[in-house]
């Protein structure tokens, strides 16, 4: 992944000095010519939206333990493409400035008044686009932030339900155990029972024994 987003940076570096050497040169021609460079760079402008766009997207194919490294780096370019929208822009509106003077001629000066208002009213209109591309892109940062919010909080789900199976497996093996050792201990309780019965016997049968023992000595004795 981190090898399509490093490819993808080439190529945004590529196209971003041709754009901005071709943004330098729109005020200083006329005519046809400008009018083709000003489509131009607005074409390659698109291409370099569309590079951030599946950068954005291999960011967050990468591991998250690596992904700040990546968005730090998106941010950097997503403002670099920032201020080559608005060069693009100024530059746009001196294009049309000079067109100004070409159509106009003599008649500038009278006219001065209304190419101001007009100017300002472009202005105006840069500044609200540059507004609603600021929202746009707030929108943008917060959808990735939830993303990336969910992706982690999935993650987290994950583990949490690893963890609780191994404590279950745990727990059963504890029950296991426990079964075990109740059996062990019953068995063992059997056995201590029986070699008391055991020994019981054996002294009852010496206590007999003796006892035969005696009464033949006596008897024995007493028969003489």
Request: aromatic share 4%.
């Amino acid at each position: 992944m981190s090898s399509d987003f490093e490819a993808y940076e080439l190529d945004f570096g590529t196209i971003t000095a041709e754009v901005t050497n071709k943004i330098g040169r729109i005020p200083k021609l006329s005519g046809e010519e400008k009018t083709q460079l000003v489509l131009n760079v607005d074409k390659q402008l698109e291409e370099v939206r569309e590079l951030l766009e599946q950068m954005d997207l291999e960011a967050r194919e990468i591991p998250i333990q690596s992904r700040p490294m990546y968005n730090s780096r998106l941010k950097s370019y997503k403002g670099e493409i920032e201020k080559l929208e608005k060069d693009f822009k100024r530059s746009r509106i001196a294009y049309s400035d000079e067109v100004r003077n070409d159509l106009l001629g003599d008649d500038a000066g009278s006219s001065e008044n209304q190419l101001i208002k007009l100017r300002e009213e472009r202005a105006h209109l840069l500044d609200n686009t540059e507004k609603l591309e600021r929202s746009s892109r707030r929108l943008e940062a917060g959808y990735q932030i939830a993303v990336e919010t969910e992706q982690v909080g999935q993650e987290i789900l994950s583990n949490l339900h690893g963890d609780r199976e191994k404590i279950q497996k745990a727990r059963e093996r504890l029950r296991e155990t426990d079964a075990n050792l109740g059996k062990s201990s019953r068995i063992l309780t059997g056995m201590l029972r029986r070699i008391i019965q055991n020994r019981v016997l054996v002294f009852m049968l010496g206590a007999i024994i003796l006892l035969t023992i005696i009464l033949a000595i006596y008897f024995n004795l007493r028969g003489h």
